[in-house]
């Protein structure tokens, strides 16, 4: 006998009970995240204060914190949750009324690398990202102490002397990777 997995929607996803986990919703499969350690909370932290300060003042755009979700793809449902968003001004300006998920990809996405995470489930989800037209995904790695930045058809990997910078999806802000890593 076979059992038939019922796919769950984004729909349903926002409307489920909180019950202290956080979920995304992958091709609609329930995958449930661990919350947030230490370290990679402040490591989250050290990459959304600046570029919130940044891009705060010249209204440049909306930061947003790990527990918005963005809705990716329909029919199955994505909906994946970065640990820090960008979107571009001109594009909260259509959506600035949506409730629920964000409709689309944010331009800017940062993942933090938890102890526990496995390597294809973080290529699994700059994958996403990327297909579902985020300009930029940004992957911090402590264990590694680098910083890899992924683009539709390149990346480049980052180390402690190097400095990330918002290219063309956040022009001008700048972080040195070092600060990252920062207790």
Same mark, same amino acid.
């Given at each position: ?8 929607? @984004? ?6 009970? @909180? ?9 609609? *499969? ?43 793809? *329909? ?7 970065? +640990?820090?968003?960008? /979107? ?23 993942? @933090? ?7 294809? +489930? ?14 930029? =995904?940004?992957? =911090? ?15 480049? /990997? ?6 990330? +910078?918002?290219?063309?999806? =956040? ?8 600060? /990252?890593?920062?207790?």
């Amino acid at each position: 006998m076979s059992v038939i997995q019922r796919l769950m929607t @984004a729909d349903e996803l926002f409307h489920t009970p @909180a019950d202290g986990f956080r979920y995304e919703l992958v091709r609609g *499969e329930l995958r449930r995240m661990s919350s947030a350690g230490y370290q990679r909370g402040r490591i989250v932290m050290n990459v959304a204060t600046p570029l919130d300060q940044f891009v705060r003042t010249p209204r440049l755009g909306t930061v947003c914190a790990a527990e918005t979700g963005f809705l990716l793809h *329909e029919n199955p449902d994505t909906v994946r949750a970065a +640990d820090v968003a960008f /979107i571009r001004r001109e594009r909260t300006l259509d959506a600035r009324d949506a409730t629920g998920y964000w409709p689309g990809a944010p331009n800017l996405v940062v993942e @933090a690398v938890s102890p526990h995470d496995l390597y294809a +489930d973080v290529d699994e989800k700059v994958t996403d990202w990327l297909d579902a037209g985020t300009r930029a =995904v940004v992957v =911090v790695n402590p264990r590694r102490r680098t910083v890899t930045v992924y683009q539709a058809s390149a990346y480049a /990997i980052l180390h402690e002397n190097n400095t990330l +910078d918002g290219g063309e999806v =956040v022009p001008g802000w700048q972080l040195p990777v070092a600060a /990252i890593f920062e207790e």
